[in-house]
């Protein structure tokens, strides 16, 4: 069974940075298809960015060039690296997985963990 470990989480001010990382395990060989996703309270939970097995990544419109996410297949472990944050960038952030063709579209991923929380905050 896979399991998904997010951390970095954390509170941080505008214009601030944060590393998250998601730790696979339980997984025969490499793993592919990750995606990092998010959900502020009272939202719909979105996609913000996945990387392909390639190692092309795809990026909502709202990260705007401020996140780059980036995988160790070798390790299975998927990171992005958050830039210049903003007050709506508040959210639980969910590593996700399974899906082949990498999209942004959480109903394809069948598995999930459990969230880290990103506050951005004066």
């Known amino acids: 069974q896979v399991q998904l470990v997010e951390s970095g989480g954390a509170s941080v001010q505008p214009g601030g940075s944060l590393r998250l990382s998601c730790a696979a395990s339980?997984?025969?060989?490499?793993?592919?298809?990750m995606a990092w996703f998010r959900q502020a309270p009272g939202h719909e939970r979105e996609g913000v960015a996945t990387v392909s097995k390639r190692g092309i990544p795809t990026y909502a419109a709202f990260v705007k060039g401020r996140f780059t996410i980036s995988k160790d297949n070798a390790k299975n472990i998927l990171t992005l690296q958050m830039n210049n944050l903003k007050t709506e960038d508040s959210a639980t952030y969910y590593c996700?997985?399974?899906?082949?063709?990498?999209?942004?579209?959480?109903?394809?991923?069948?598995?999930w963990g459990r969230g880290t929380q990103v506050v951005v905050s004066s």
């Open positions: 339980g997984v025969a060989g490499s793993y592919y298809g």
């Open positions: 996700a997985g399974g899906d082949p063709i990498a999209t942004l579209t959480p109903s394809r991923y069948p598995d």
